[in-house]
């Protein structure tokens, strides 16, 4: 029971983004985050929209049995926007681009918003995370210990600069607007053109090099390998996720949500799997360079 005398806590505002295929990611990582949030936490969630049906906007409605939320769709016209990023994004779901146009589509009463890929599971309350005190910096965000240092040179950054993981992120969005960091960011997406590997990540990073951002502890964005019990809040199943440790916890919160699994846990898709990477070992005896045998990689195994 509500009492009238307590304040109302305003709610953490979180902004996601899917498509129909991505869907039951953000389903399970919806629920973790209803599930394991402090009860007086209230919640908002805003979505970018890449093509979900109408099934999928009903499974979302649904998950308010697990703990009542605002919610809020948005359609961005990406093709308006993807004009000024690289012709060759076809390996990446076009749906993870619309973050650096974030300002441009929430409310512009919100201040700041907790950005969250779909690929996570959240292990407890993201209010202390919310009210992370940016300052004056443009984003938070924790390190990408992964990043190779050869990419990391190639798009200008020196060694010891700690490039981070554009996966979760609170975004400054009064700063964006004071500072028109989007044209900034569009304006190093063609300087850097050549050399992007991941677009809307690699752009932030030559941002916030020549400027500055908050460095988050690894807890707010930890890869499953790195999972620290107790320690850890949110889990990044990123990349090559169909041998990642600790699936079962992903698992454990998509049976939560009206999909029940995620379609990597379909019979058919594992199958396909396999054939697949039978496929790219039988191929790979064919390439003799390193690049070429990469390059068929990324086309063939990591889906
Ligand atoms: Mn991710």
């Known amino acids: ?98 973050r650096l146009f974030v300002e441009k589509f929430l409310p512009k009463t919100l201040d700041k918003v907790l950005y969250l890929d779909a690929d996570i599971v959240v292990l407890g309350s993201l209010a202390e995370l919310w009210e992370t005190d940016l300052d004056d910096n443009f984003v938070a965000a924790a390190l990408d210990p992964k990043m190779r240092l050869s990419h990391r040179r190639a798009i200008g950054l020196p060694d010891d600069y700690g490039y981070f993981s554009s996966g979760i992120m609170l975004i400054n969005l009064k700063k964006w607007r004071e500072d028109s960091v989007l044209e900034k960011l569009l304006d190093i997406c063609l300087e850097i053109k050549d050399q992007i590997e991941f677009p809307d990540q690699d752009v932030l990073n030559v941002y916030a090099y020549r400027t500055s951002y908050l460095l988050l502890p690894n807890r707010w964005n930890c890869h499953p390998r790195d999972f620290v019990e107790g320690d850890t809040i949110i889990l990044h199943y990123m990349g090559n996720r169909h041998r ?12 939560m949500t009206p999909y029940g699994r995620l379609p990597m846990q379909g019979f058919w898709y594992r199958v ?32």
């Open 1 to 98: 029971m509500s009492d009238a005398s307590q304040p109302v806590k305003a709610p953490i505002e979180i902004f996601m983004a899917s498509d129909s295929n991505y869907s039951p990611f953000l389903a399970t990582a919806m629920a973790s985050i209803l599930k394991n949030a402090a009860p007086d936490d209230a919640l908002s969630f805003h979505i970018a929209d890449g093509g979900m049906t109408d099934d999928d906007l009903q499974k979302i409605e649904e998950l308010k049995k697990i703990k009542d939320f605002k919610l809020a769709f948005y359609r961005p016209d990406l093709q308006e926007y993807l004009k000024y990023l690289r012709d060759d994004i076809s390996n990446f779901p076009v749906i993870v681009n619309t």
């Open 244 to 255: 990642c440790p600790n699936l079962p916890v992903l698992y454990e919160y998509a049976s």
């Open 272 to 303: 396909r799997r396999a054939m697949r990477r039978g496929c790219f070992v039988f191929l790979c005896l064919f390439l003799p360079k390193k690049q070429w045998r990469k390059q068929l990689r990324k086309r063939f195994v990591l889906r």
